[in-house]
């Protein structure tokens, strides 16, 4: 099923709620006419006019609560035919209501629209190729399956089924399909589409639907990697550069690249970089390295120290002094469980 029916599936949902709700009115408005009428016509009760007003419009014929006079007769042959129609109309909308409830419930797409609905600073996923992929594949092995995919291709999709994540059909770029992978909060989105033009749209899009994501784009040129961070994403990713350092290292450092070889061979075995800011009441502040112990306390590295003014310190030495606006990179090596 696809976004065009999705979409028809909530429409005729919300459109068979509005009219049943404006048939009860209508039958809500009859009921008070009809027992208005009686009791200034036929001078009854509220009681009786009530009474006789819901056995007229629901044709149960139980026969007339008092006889009627002339007047009566025709304003009970009037309320019969506003009163009758009016209620078939209604029972007609709870029909269609309960069915497009039960469409809602048992179709698997939107199902799965009501999943995406209730998702919270989740990933999403532009673009289902090997680059996208390869993404979910390291996300799902880090335990993140906080996930929408999105991709333009029925066959992509199909094929990704067995994931069990939440995706959407459709062009990326466009807003209504942002919207459907619940865009407005969402934490992150991955523009990994087939071009550097696309994932340009894409960005503009996403960014003017959501200021503060965090938007990461591939980009296969420096001058597209430029255009893209101005358009507004985040970080830029170049699999050409990165492919391109790659053989560099091995070309020039060969040994170096073992433990890179033996991390990507060994699945149990994870390294990510942490980020600390040091604040004015920080345990850390005006500690060095050393002082600090952050190896034991933090379980990982000191690789960089960004200082206040955005200057880099690779590799600071253990006498160095952390101060309050530094952020501290941290790398850590850690097995998972199995």
Same mark, same amino acid.
């Given at each position: 099923?696809?976004?065009?029916?999705?979409?028809?599936?909530?429409?005729?949902?919300?459109?068979?709620?509005?009219?049943?709700?404006?048939?009860?009115?209508?039958?809500?408005?009859?009921?008070?006419?009809?027992?208005?009428?009686?009791?200034?016509?036929?001078?009854?009760?509220?009681?009786?006019?009530?009474?006789?007003?819901?056995?007229?419009?629901?044709?149960?014929?139980?026969?007339?609560?008092?006889?009627?006079?002339?007047?009566?007769?025709?304003?009970?042959?009037?309320?019969?035919?506003?009163?009758?129609?009016?209620?078939?109309?209604?029972?007609?909308?709870?029909?269609?209501?309960?069915?497009?409830?039960?469409?809602?419930?048992?179709?698997?797409?939107?199902?799965?629209?009501?999943?995406?609905?209730?998702?919270?600073?989740?990933?999403?996923?532009?673009?289902?190729?090997?680059?996208?992929?390869?993404?979910?594949?390291?996300?799902?092995?880090?335990?993140?399956?906080?996930?929408?995919?999105?991709?333009?291709?029925?066959?992509?999709?199909?094929?990704?089924?067995?994931?069990?994540?939440?995706?959407?059909?459709?062009?990326?770029?466009?807003?209504?399909?942002?919207?459907?992978?619940?865009?407005?909060?969402?934490?992150?989105? +991955? &523009?990994?589409?087939?071009? /550097?033009?696309?994932? %340009? =749209?894409?960005?503009?899009?996403?960014?003017?639907?959501? #200021?503060?994501?965090?938007?990461?784009?591939?980009?296969?040129?420096?001058?597209?990697?430029?255009?893209?961070?101005?358009?507004?994403?985040?970080?830029?990713?170049?699999?050409?550069?990165?492919?391109?350092?790659?053989?560099?290292?091995?070309?020039?450092?060969?040994?170096?690249?073992?433990?890179?070889?033996?991390?990507?061979?060994?699945?149990?075995?994870?390294?990510?970089?942490?980020?600390?800011?040091?604040?004015?009441?920080?345990?850390?502040?005006?500690?060095?390295?050393?002082?600090?112990?952050?190896?034991?306390?933090?379980?990982?590295?000191? +690789? &960089?120290?960004?200082?206040? /003014?955005?200057?880099? %310190? =690779?590799?600071?030495?253990?006498?160095?002094?952390?101060? #309050?606006?530094?952020?501290?990179?941290?790398?850590?090596?850690?097995?998972?469980?199995?």
């Amino acid at each position: 099923m696809n976004n065009g029916i999705l979409s028809q599936g909530e429409n005729g949902f919300k459109t068979s709620n509005l009219k049943l709700i404006l048939s009860i009115f209508i039958f809500a408005a009859i009921v008070i006419f009809g027992t208005v009428g009686y009791v200034l016509i036929e001078h009854w009760s509220w009681a009786d006019a009530f009474y006789m007003t819901i056995v007229t419009v629901s044709t149960v014929g139980f026969g007339e609560t008092h006889p009627l006079s002339e007047a009566g007769r025709v304003f009970t042959s009037l309320l019969i035919i506003f009163g009758v129609g009016t209620m078939a109309f209604m029972i007609a909308n709870i029909g269609e209501c309960i069915f497009q409830r039960q469409l809602m419930l048992f179709s698997p797409t939107l199902k799965m629209n009501r999943i995406i609905s209730k998702m919270k600073n989740h990933i999403i996923i532009c673009g289902c190729g090997k680059m996208g992929m390869a993404t979910v594949n390291e996300l799902l092995d880090d335990d993140m399956n906080n996930i929408v995919l999105i991709d333009n291709d029925q066959d992509k999709i199909t094929g990704i089924e067995h994931y069990d994540l939440p995706y959407v059909v459709g062009d990326a770029t466009l807003e209504h399909v942002l919207e459907k992978a619940g865009i407005g909060s969402a934490r992150s989105l +991955v &523009a990994t589409l087939d071009n /550097d033009a696309e994932n %340009l =749209f894409l960005v503009l899009t996403a960014r003017s639907l959501n #200021p503060d994501l965090m938007i990461i784009a591939r980009a296969e040129s420096d001058v597209n990697r430029k255009k893209l961070i101005q358009a507004g994403a985040s970080k830029t990713v170049s699999p050409y550069a990165a492919g391109a350092q790659r053989v560099y290292s091995l070309l020039t450092s060969p040994g170096i690249n073992d433990l890179g070889d033996a991390l990507q061979g060994d699945r149990n075995v994870k390294f990510k970089m942490d980020i600390l800011e040091i604040e004015e009441e920080d345990q850390f502040s005006g500690k060095n390295l050393v002082e600090a112990r952050l190896r034991e306390v933090l379980g990982g590295l000191v +690789v &960089a120290i960004k200082r206040e /003014d955005d200057s880099m %310190l =690779f590799n600071p030495q253990p006498s160095t002094i952390m101060k #309050p606006g530094d952020s501290l990179y941290i790398m850590k090596f850690f097995e998972k469980e199995v």
